[in-house]
């Protein structure tokens, strides 16, 4: 679990995240959401993170996103993940809080399994077969 700021600073990185991105809490907490964003998804992130800070609405409450993520170690993770807005006693929208789970190994094995169908179903393909 992941908890932010509405700036985009973590506030709260329980075991489970470190356990994810290998970050320990020392590391991440006041750090920017940047921290395990990879950069060529940064400004999509931001834009929906503004607009859901601005709104307090978001659709991720009861849809998964399914996104990259960073490692300390510089490896690409893909995660999973719902939130929740984190707010005060008068409704005012003060965080965003996210339950992450690492679907990295279910990913890639997804891919090989969608990559070996494609080569049965080319080798089968009597049009595809070299004379």
């Known amino acids: 679990m992941v908890v932010s700021d509405p700036d985009g600073a973590i506030t709260v990185w329980n075991a489970a995240a470190e356990r994810i991105f290998g970050f320990s809490a020392a590391e991440a907490l006041g750090r920017s959401l940047d921290l395990i964003t990879p950069e060529r998804h940064r400004r999509r992130h931001w834009d929906g993170y503004a607009k859901t ?3 307090g ?3 991720y409450g009861a ?3 399914r996104v990259p993520a960073l490692h300390k170690d510089g490896r690409q993770l893909s995660i999973a993940f719902t939130v929740g807005m984190v707010r005060d006693a008068s409704d005012r929208v003060t965080g965003i809080v996210a339950v992450i789970r690492d679907e990295t190994e279910r990913w890639a094995e997804e891919k090989r399994l969608r990559q070996r169908v494609a080569e049965l179903e080319a080798s089968s393909d009597p049009a595809r077969r070299a004379p």
Do not use: A, D, K, S
């Open 63 to 65: 849809e998964t996103l």
């Open 57 to 59: 609405v978001t659709r």
């Open 53 to 55: 800070m601005r709104t």
